[in-house]
């Protein structure tokens, strides 16, 4: 392996990066200054050169003056603290990668065989080719167009199928009591229970539990999905941002933005709350207070969910037992309404609904609070 | 034609996304869209904001993940694709300028 040379302005930065280096089979040597740098450039000849930036160390002026002197040495930098513009600063100067803090070997590994390697950007006016595919990709390609060849007898009986599904509606008995919402997040319902203060991701195929978190700090009413984070309301009103990582970890809590909430929906660009008990549906803008950008009158007897269909908010009325269909410049009007038949009878109370992108799901309590919850897909609505 | 050097860009998401800023080396750059390689964990179909200099011009464009995969080092190769019509056409120009004056 190659000799390397290690630029840092600490002991320990050189210690340990040359720990990792040495690890990967690296050759090392540690500089503290500039000037032991290039007298070890000029006598060793090494493959490249790491820079640790910060901590006092001025990266840009030291890759700046080691590739004065060496213009050939590939230079990898360091960041002592995660900056992403610092990154393109050091970039622009000559640092062909740039390490983000904490140094790993694995990364080390990627960066400096890559800054071994390395080699300038193709320009083209071209659009751009399509990356070679694998054999695997060919195969598939094959066996796709072989299935399309199969004829239109398999896909009128597909179709036929697909109509039977669409017009049935399933039922299911979860493993839960006390329900509060139901969300969608592209893959998985998300089943929330206030009573366990617990999430619940479900298969859309058969219901099965595919994980479970428990909440111990808060009590979770109702929750809804971006395309990379999930927002969850707790009890006492607080919205909570977190990222869609099996802890759900929280990344900023807004303190009762949505109170009485029965349902939240994400519309793309704003965050629409339902408070059950002031009847009105509000809209906030995604800013550092989730500030109220208007407020509308809801006209239910008993709000009981929210969802985003992708073109219109529809809210769920537990008495009326109906999805309410609003626009989104005049949510304060009902356009459509589709009844709930399957809660006709009364001995479950609908506590919260989700849409999968063809068909509403909801989910009923028991009325006595002591049968299991019930989900329900229901059939699929003329569009 | 190959740049000297690697061009660095700046990779910003929308706020929905909740993830931190990031950056990478654009390995290719066309009209159509670019290839990058970066150590941000992209995946087929993320939308992103990719900020970088091109013959002096200061490029902003929005652009979604075509397709991503790891190569030999462990980084992350993604092929983006262009989704602002104003701003591709105003990089094809920065193309065509810098291609001609080469």
Redesign the interface.
């Given at each position: 392996m190659a000799a390397i040379g290690v630029l840092a302005k600490e002991a320990a930065d050189r210690e340990l990066l040359g720990l990792m280096l040495g690890e990967l089979g690296h050759r090392v040597e540690g500089a503290a200054r500039l000037e032991e740098a290039v007298e070890f450039a000029r006598e060793r000849k090494p493959a490249g050169f790491l820079i640790v930036d910060g901590a006092g160390a001025d990266g840009e002026s030291l890759t700046r003056e080691l590739l004065r002197a060496f213009p050939l040495l590939p230079v990898v930098a360091a960041l002592k603290v995660r900056d992403a513009n610092r990154a393109v600063a050091l970039m622009r100067v000559g640092a062909c990668e740039v390490v983000a803090p904490p140094w790993t070997p694995e990364d080390l590994k990627a960066s400096v065989s890559k800054g071994l390697r390395f080699q300038g950007t193709a320009l083209s006016v071209a659009a751009a080719a399509p990356l070679s595919r694998s054999p695997l990709w060919y195969v598939l390609s094959v066996a796709l167009f072989l299935a399309a060849g199969l004829g239109a007898a398999s896909l009128k009986r597909a179709e036929r199928n697909r109509a039977a599904a669409a017009a049935r509606t399933d039922r299911w008995e979860l493993p839960v009591r006390h329900p509060a919402g139901l969300a969608f997040d592209g893959k998985s319902l998300w089943l929330i229970e206030w009573f366990t203060q617990s999430f619940y991701a479900l298969s859309p195929a058969d219901t099965a539990v595919q994980l479970v978190r428990h909440l111990t700090a808060e009590t979770p009413v109702a929750a809804a999905f971006t395309s990379e984070a999930m927002w969850t309301v707790s009890a006492d009103g607080t919205v909570i941002r977190r990222m869609r990582d099996d802890k759900m970890t929280p990344l900023t809590r807004y303190p009762r933005a949505a109170p009485n909430s029965a349902g939240i929906a994400f519309d793309g660009l704003y965050l629409w709350a339902l408070d059950g008990r002031a009847r009105v549906l509000r809209k906030h803008l995604v800013d550092r207070e989730l500030s109220v950008l208007a407020t509308y009158p809801w006209r239910g007897l008993k709000a009981a969910g929210l969802l985003f269909d992708g073109a219109s908010l529809w809210t769920l009325d537990a008495a009326d037992r109906r999805l309410m269909r609003h626009a989104l410049d005049r949510p304060q009007d009902v356009i459509a309404a589709v009844p709930l038949p399957e809660y006709a009878e009364g001995a479950y109370v609908p506590v919260g609904a989700a849409w999968d992108g063809a068909r509403f799901w909801t989910v009923g309590e028991a009325k006595d609070g002591k049968g299991p919850a019930r989900l329900v897909r229901h059939k699929e609505e003329p569009r | 034609?190959?740049?000297?050097?690697?061009?660095?860009?700046?990779?910003r998401?929308p706020?929905?996304?909740?993830?931190?800023?990031?950056?990478g080396?654009?390995?290719?750059?066309?009209?159509?869209?670019?290839?990058l390689?970066t150590?941000a964990r992209l995946a087929k179909?993320d939308?992103l904001q990719l900020?970088f200099?091109l013959g002096g011009e200061r490029m902003a464009l929005p652009a979604r993940v075509h397709?991503a995969?790891d190569d030999d080092?462990?980084?992350r190769v993604a092929?983006l694709?262009w989704s602002d019509m104003v701003e591709r056409r105003r990089l094809?120009r920065a193309?065509?300028g810098?291609?001609s004056r080469a």
């Open positions: - | 034609m190959r740049a000297p050097l690697l061009v660095p860009a700046l990779l998401f706020g929905s996304a909740a993830r931190q800023d990031s950056w080396r654009l390995l290719k750059v066309t009209a159509g869209g670019a290839e390689s150590a179909g939308v900020q200099e397709h995969y080092d462990g980084q092929e694709r094809a193309l065509v810098l291609l």
